[in-house]
C-alpha cells in the first residue's frame, strides 16, 4: 500500500514530525514502512515554452523549445510533442539531479544547443506517465516547481490482513494519531447524502439475491455531472500512490477507496437497462467486456452486479466496459457496497485479476463503512464534477453490523505483557484508537471497538491494542521462572543422537546433503520406485510433483549435479524421511520413515566397486557401533535400485532394515553418471530403539591366543554361512573370529575360493594351553568339513 | 686385587671408547654379564675362599661392580646427550610441506545451524518435538484458527494430496499434536523440520525449506519472557551485541503477534546497504498463542497461557554464514557444502 505523507497531513497534524520519524512509528504500532520515498522538486524550475520547433536535421523525431525561465530563454530538446507554446513545464538545468536519480548534462544535439531538460511526470516521480512532459497547470515561470507541487513524500506500508482499515489513507492517519497522540483533525467526513429530488432510490431499483456474500449495497444517483479531468492536486495524489487519473468521476472514486478503504464504483445511468440493480450469480455463458478492455468468461460461482438483462460489473473486482462513465456521461450510479470477502477472492484468482477493489474486499470490509464511503465520494463529486446529488439512496442492508462488545479485565494488559501498564494510560491508549470504554461496578471494562475495526474481539485484541501503543520495546525482557511440581526431563532428540553416526560419515569422508523431498514421479517411475509415491495435485513444475519414496534417487542426482561441477569423487548421505503412501489408500496420511541414505562413487570397475562395497559395509558398521546398536548382518538381497549380484539386505535383530550394495547399472545410465556406484539406505529408527548404554566389561586378565585358518570352499558358498558355524562349534573359548581375506587363484582348485578367517581364543579364568586351542580348531574344522565340504590350507 | 683395578681400568677405557648404546651393551655382557662376565668370574672360586678372604673379594668385586656401572651410565648419558643434541640436524624435516589430504566429510551446514539452535533453547529446558511432513488440513490450518477463507490464508499457499492432506506449510502443526500428547502443562518444546510452500524458486525463498518454532505453555507467561528467550537465543547464536526487537504484526494463531527483528550484523543497527537502511533484519515471527488454539490442543486458557515464535533455519544460516542464495543449501554443490 502506497501513502502520501502529504495526504496522511490532512487528517493529522504532522507538524515537527519528519517523514523518517513518522514511518518508524508506524513501524512501531504494527504498520511496517518497507520504503521511504522523497520526492524533492525544490530544484526543479517551472518555465513557460515560447515557441517549438520540429528538430530540423535529428533523425529521431525531437523539438526544439524556447523555454522562458524568468530571468532568461534557453534552447532546451525534448523527444515529445505536447510541450505547445504557452506551455507551463518542470525543467531541470544542466548539473540538477532529476528525482528519478538522472543527471542532466549540457548536450549538442546535430547542431543544436541544448541547455537542460523538460521533465515528464515519471522523471520526477509523481507518476508513472513517460509519454509526454508534465504540462503544469499554473506556476510563475523561474520559479521552483515547489511552488506549484509540494515536494513529496511516500511510503510503502505493509498492511496486515486483519487490517483492511489501513488500506487507505484516513486509517494510516488514525493509526500515526494515536501514535503521536495527537488529534485527528477530522476522521469520517461530515455526512452527505444529497439534496435533489426525487429521491435517488426512486430513480435505481436495488436488489440483492445473494445476501450472504452482499451485506449492503448502496446506490445514489447524482445527475447533471460535468465529466472533465480531476483538478491538479487530486491527480497528483493518485499518481503518488500509483493510481492513473483518468476522469473527475473515476478519479474520485479512486481517491475515495486510497482514503477511506472503501471501493466505489460508477455506472453510467444512461446505460443501464433499465436503471436497476441486481447483486446475483453470474448465469452460465455469461461474458462481460471489463473495463481494462479484457473479454472474461464468467462462471456461476461469481457475484455480478446486472441491470435487467447483463452484468455490468463483477462484483468487488472489476467494473464493465460497457457501463463505463465516459465523456458523454451526464448522470451517474454510484454504487458503495460490501461483498464477501472469501467470495471475492475466490473470483479475483479464478480470473487471476487482483484488484485495488478486490485485495480491499477479500479482507472483509464492515459494512458501516460503505455509507462513509460513498457520502465522501457523492460530495467530492458534487464539488469537483458539478450535477445534483438525489436525496435518499437506494440502501439495501440484509445483514447489517452487529456491534460487538468486548468484557474486559484491565489486569490481563499486566499478566500478558509482564509490564505494569497504569490504568488510566491503557484506557487512554484505547480511547486514542477509537474504541469507546466503559468501566464497570465490578472493575471490569465494557469496550467497545471502531466500526472499522472488525479485527477486535477478545480480550487479548485488546491487550495487544494496548501494548503496541505503550510500545513493547518499553516490556522487560524476562525467562519464565516458575516453582514445579512437574519436571520435563532432557532427553537428546533423535537429531542429536544421528550426530554419532554423522560424525563417523563425517570421518569416513561423506558429507552430509539436504536434498528436497519433492521429486520428479516420472523419475521414480522409471527407477520402479513409485509403487507408493504420492503425487501432489497443485504441484509448480514436473520436476517436483511427487514426494521421494527413496533417498536414493536424490543422492544419484547430486553425484551427477558434482559430475557436471568437474568433481569427480562424489561421497555424499542425507538423513531425512521417505515417503511412503499405505496401500490401497493414497488419501491417508503416509507412513514418514526417517532413513540414512549414502552413495559414493566406485570407479570403473567390477574390482573398484567390490573394494567400495565392503569399504561402505565397514562405514556402516562402524555407524552402528557409534550409536550403541548391536551390529547389523547382510544377506543376499534383491532391491529395484541394486545390482542383482550386488545387493545386501542389512538386517537388524532379525528386522529388514534395508538395502546396500552396488547401484544397478540402469540408475546410473538413467542419471547419465559413467563410472560404478555404490549405496545404502537404511531405517534409522529401529537402530536407534535397538542402541543401549554401553556397559563396562572386565578387562582381560590372561592372554588371548590367535589362530589363522584359510577354508577352502565352493564359490557359492558364502563367508557369513562359515563364520556362523565357526562361531557355534567354536564354544565359549572362542572369543572372535573375523574373515580377512579371500582368494581366487593358481593354488586353489577352479570354481573353488579361500576365505581366511582369524579365531582368537581366550579364557577368562586362566591361560589357555595350545593343546585346548587345537582341540577347538580340530572341531571347528570338522563343522566346517561336514556343514561346507571345506578343505583347509596350510 | 690386582685383577679387579687392571680390570676396572681397562672396563672404564672401554666405556670412554664407546661410541654407540650397541658398544655399551657389549661392554655390559663383558664385564658384567651374569654367565661369562669378567667381573662375574672372579667370583667363580669363592666359595672355595676361607671366610675372611670371601668376603675381602666380595667386597673388592662389588666395588668393582659399581665402578663400571656408573661409568656406563654416566657415558650412556654423555651419549644420549650428544645424540639429542644433534638431533636438530640429523633428523629435520621440512615443516612447509603440506600434509596428504584428509578426505574429510562434513556435517551439513543446516544440521549444523539446527543444533546450534537445539542446544541454546535445550540449555532453556525446551525439549526436541517432530512431527510428519505430509499433514492433515485440520492440524495444518484450522486448528490454527487459520479456516478455508481466511484472509491470511494466502501467506500459506501449499501442495495438496487430497482436500484433506497437504505437506505442511509450517511446523505449527507439531505444536498442536504436542499439546495433545501432553495433557498437561508445562509445555516447553521447540519443533525443527521441513516445511513447503508453494512459491517459486528464488534466492530469498524455496518452495522446500526448514523452520524452528518453538512453544511454552505454562501459567502466567508473558511478552516478556517470550522477548527473554529469542534475546537469549539470538545472542547465544549471534553475539551479545545483538539487539531483538518485536514489533506487532500478525498471524492468526497468536494474539498479540509479532515479527522478530535482529540488528543488522553489519552496520549495528545505524542502517546499511545490507539492510536496506533499516539497521534491523526480520528473523521470524511470534506471538502469544491465541486461546483458540490453547483449545484446539487441549488445553484450558483459563488456567494456561502461552507464547511461539518460527523463523526459517535457512534465514539463519544465511545470516550467520553470510549466505545470499538460498538455494545453496538444497542443490548439494559440494564446493558449497564443504565450506562449513
Not at chain 1, 660 to 669: D, R, Y
Not at chain 2, 14 to 23: D, L, N, Q
Amino acid at each position: 500500500m502506497r501513502i502520501s505523507y502529504e495526504w496522511l497531513s490532512d487528517f493529522v497534524d504532522l507538524k515537527d514530525v519528519t517523514p523518517k520519524e513518522a514511518a518508524a512509528v508506524l513501524t512501531r504500532l504494527g504498520l511496517e514502512v518497507e520504503n521511504l520515498t522523497v520526492v524533492d522538486l525544490s530544484e526543479i524550475i517551472v518555465g513557460k515554452v515560447l515557441e517549438q520547433i520540429p528538430h530540423p536535421k535529428s533523425r529521431n523525431p525531437l523539438w526544439v523549445h524556447q523555454v522562458d525561465l524568468g530571468d532568461h530563454v534557453e534552447q532546451i530538446i525534448a523527444g515529445a510533442p505536447n510541450a505547445v507554446p504557452g506551455s507551463l513545464v518542470p525543467v531541470a538545468m544542466p548539473g540538477t539531479a532529476v528525482p528519478n536519480g538522472k543527471i542532466v548534462r549540457d548536450m549538442n544535439i546535430a547542431g543544436y544547443q541544448a541547455r537542460g531538460m523538460l521533465c515528464s511526470a515519471d522523471e520526477l516521480l509523481l507518476g508513472d506517465d513517460h509519454s509526454g512532459i508534465l504540462i503544469l497547470d499554473s506556476g510563475k515561470p523561474g520559479d521552483s516547481l515547489e511552488t506549484v507541487i509540494p515536494s513529496q513524500v511516500t511510503m510503502d506500508i505493509e498492511v496486515t490482513s486483519n487490517r483492511p482499515d489501513c488500506m487507505g489513507h484516513l486509517g494510516v492517519a488514525r493509526e500515526l494519531a494515536a501514535g503521536l497522540d495527537r488529534p485527528m483533525k477530522v476522521d469520517f467526513m461530515p455526512g452527505f447524502t444529497g439534496t435533489a429530488n426525487p429521491p435517488g432510490r426512486d430513480l435505481v431499483k436495488v436488489s440483492i439475491d445473494e445476501p450472504g456474500l452482499c451485506a449492503r449495497y448502496i446506490g445514489g444517483v447524482i445527475k447533471g455531472v460535468k465529466i472533465g479531468a480531476s483538478p491538479e492536486w487530486l491527480q497528483r495524489r493518485l499518481r503518488a500512490c500509483g493510481v492513473r487519473p483518468i476522469n473527475n468521476i473515476v478519479d474520485i472514486t479512486n481517491y475515495v477507496l486510497l482514503e477511506y478503504a472503501q471501493p466505489l464504483h460508477a455506472f453510467d445511468l444512461a446505460k443501464l437497462d433499465p436503471p436497476e440493480i441486481h447483486v446475483r450469480h453470474a448465469h452460465t455463458g455469461e461474458k462481460l467486456l471489463c473495463l481494462d478492455g479484457v473479454e472474461r468468461q464468467l462462471t456461476p460461482e461469481m457475484l455480478v452486479i446486472a441491470d435487467s438483462h447483463k452484468p455490468v460489473a463483477i462484483a468487488g473486482v472489476i467494473g464493465g466496459e460497457e457501463t463505463a462513465v465516459s465523456d458523454a456521461t451526464t448522470g451517474i450510479l454510484l454504487e458503495a457496497a460490501t461483498f464477501n470477502g472469501s467470495s471475492v477472492r475466490q473470483t479475483a484468482r479464478e480470473l487471476g485479476l487482483r484488484t485495488e477493489a478486490s485485495s480491499r474486499f477479500d479482507k472483509g470490509l464492515p459494512a458501516e463503512l460503505a455509507l462513509a464511503g460513498a457520502r465522501r465520494a457523492a460530495s467530492l463529486i458534487a464539488e469537483l464534477a458539478g450535477g445534483s446529488v438525489h436525496r435518499e439512496w437506494a440502501d439495501v442492508y440484509p445483514l447489517p453490523q452487529e456491534p460487538v462488545r468486548v468484557r474486559f479485565r484491565p489486569g490481563l494488559i499486566d499478566e500478558m505483557l509482564g509490564l505494569h501498564v497504569p490504568l488510566e494510560e491503557a484506557e487512554s491508549i484505547l480511547k486514542r484508537l477509537n474504541f469507546h470504554v466503559r468501566p464497570l461496578e465490578d472493575g471490569e471494562w465494557d469496550v467497545l471497538p471502531p466500526v472499522f475495526r472488525l479485527d477486535v474481539t477478545i480480550p487479548q485484541d485488546l491487550v495487544e491494542e494496548v501494548g503496541r501503543v505503550y510500545g513493547y520495546d518499553r516490556v522487560p525482557s524476562t525467562l519464565p521462572g516458575h516453582r514445579r511440581d512437574k519436571w520435563i526431563p532432557a532427553v537428546p532428540s533423535i537429531g542429536r543422537r544421528l550426530d554419532a553416526a554423522r560424525e563417523v560419515l563425517a570421518g569416513a569422508g561423506f558429507t552430509e546433503t539436504w536434498n528436497p523431498a519433492l521429486v520428479s514421479g516420472r523419475l521414480l517411475e522409471s527407477l520402479r520406485v513409485d509403487a507408493h509415491a504420492m503425487r501432489v495435485s497443485n504441484a509448480l513444475s514436473d520436476d517436483m510433483d511427487t514426494l521421494r519414496t527413496s533417498l536414493l534417487p536424490s543422492l544419484v542426482g547430486v553425484v551427477g549435479l558434482n559430475r557436471d561441477r568437474g568433481r569427480q569423487e562424489v561421497c555424499v548421505y542425507e538423513i531425512a524421511s521417505a515417503f511412503l503412501a499405505p496401500v490401497g489408500d493414497k488419501s491417508a496420511q503416509p507412513h514418514e520413515p526417517m532413513r540414512l541414505g549414502v552413495l559414493a562413487t566406485a570407479g570403473a570397475s567390477a574390482d573398484a566397486a567390490r573394494t567400495s562395497f565392503y569399504a561402505m559395509k565397514s562405514v556402516l558398521d562402524a555407524a552402528f557401533a557409534a550409536l550403541g546398536a548391536p551390529p547389523c548382518t547382510y544377506q543376499r538381497g534383491a532391491q529395484e535400485l541394486f545390482h542383482p549380484g550386488r545387493c545386501a539386505a542389512v538386517v537388524l535383530d532379525g528386522r529388514l532394515l534395508g538395502y546396500m550394495g552396488e547401484l544397478h547399472p540402469a540408475v546410473a545410465s538413467t542419471f547419465k553418471i559413467e563410472g560404478r556406484l555404490v549405496a545404502l539406505e537404511i531405517d534409522l529408527e529401529p537402530v536407534l530403539a535397538a542402541s543401549r548404554t554401553s556397559r563396562a566389561q572386565p578387562l582381560p586378565r590372561f592372554p588371548a591366543v590367535e589362530r589363522d585358518l584359510a577354508v577352502v570352499v565352493e564359490d557359492h558358498v558364502a563367508a557369513g554361512a562359515l563364520l556362523a558355524t565357526i562361531k557355534e562349534v567354536g564354544g565359549e573359548y572362542l572369543e572372535q573370529a573375523r574373515a580377512f581375506d579371500e582368494y581366487h587363484g593358481p593354488q586353489v582348485p577352479e570354481g573353488q575360493k579361500s576365505i581366511a578367517f582369524t579365531l582368537t581364543f581366550r579364557s577368562p579364568e586362566r591361560t589357555l594351553t595350545d593343546a585346548e586351542v587345537d582341540r577347538v580348531m580340530t572341531e571347528i574344522k570338522i563343522g566346517l568339513q561336514k556343514r561346507h565340504k571345506a578343505r583347509f590350507r596350510e | 686385587m690386582s685383577d679387579q683395578s687392571g680390570l676396572v681400568k681397562e672396563a672404564l677405557g672401554a666405556i670412554a671408547k664407546a661410541r654407540t648404546e650397541g658398544e655399551l651393551e657389549t661392554i655390559t655382557l663383558d664385564y658384567l654379564g651374569r654367565k661369562s662376565g669378567q667381573i662375574t668370574k672372579l667370583l667363580t672360586g669363592i666359595g672355595q675362599l676361607a671366610p675372611d678372604q670371601r668376603a675381602a673379594l666380595g667386597q673388592s668385586a662389588n666395588e668393582a661392580k659399581r665402578a663400571i656401572e656408573a661409568a656406563l651410565a654416566s657415558r650412556r648419558e654423555e651419549l644420549e646427550g650428544a645424540r639429542l643434541a644433534d638431533i636438530a640436524e640429523t633428523e629435520a624435516i621440512d615443516v612447509t610441506f603440506p600434509g596428504p589430504p584428509l578426505g574429510r566429510g562434513h556435517i551439513n551446514v543446516l544440521t549444523q545451524m539446527q543444533r546450534q539452535i537445539e542446544t541454546v533453547l535445550e540449555s532453556l529446558g525446551y525439549r526436541v518435538e517432530l512431527g510428519p511432513e505430509v499433514e492433515t488440513e485440520w492440524y495444518n490450518f484450522e486448528a490454527l484458527n487459520i479456516s478455508a477463507g481466511h484472509p491470511a490464508r494466502e501467506n500459506w499457499d501449499s501442495f495438496y494430496f487430497t482436500p484433506q492432506l497437504l505437506l505442511r506449510a509450517h511446523t505449527s502443526p507439531v505444536q498442536i499434536r504436542a499439546m495433545q500428547r501432553s495433557k498437561e502443562p508445562p509445555i516447553y518444546i521447540i519443533t525443527p523440520g521441513r516445511c513447503y510452500r508453494r512459491d517459486a524458486p528464488e534466492a530469498t525463498r524455496l518452495p522446500y525449506f526448514s523452520q524452528v518454532e518453538g512453544l511454552a505453555v505454562d501459567r502466567g507467561l508473558t511478552v516478556g519472557d517470550m522477548k527473554g528467550t529469542l534475546l537469549y537465543m539470538i545472542q547465544s547464536l549471534y553475539g551479545n551485541e545483538r539487539k531483538v526487537r518485536v514489533r506487532p504484526s500478525y498471524f492468526p494463531f497468536t494474539e498479540p503477534s509479532f515479527e522478530f527483528d535482529i540488528t543488522c550484523g553489519i552496520c549495528g543497527g545505524a542502517g546499511c546497504k545490507s539492510c536496506r537502511h533499516k539497521g534491523w533484519l526480520e528473523v521470524g515471527g511470534c506471538g502469544m498463542v491465541h486461546p483458540q488454539v490453547l483449545r484446539n490442543g487441549g488445553i484450558d486458557p483459563d488456567q494456561w497461557n502461552g507464547y511461539a515464535w518460527g523463523f526459517g533455519i535457512e534465514r539463519m544460516a544465511m545470516l550467520k554464514h553470510n549466505v545470499d542464495d538460498i538455494r545453496l543449501f538444497y542443490e548439494s554443490d559440494l564446493r558449497f557444502l564443504e565450506q562449513f
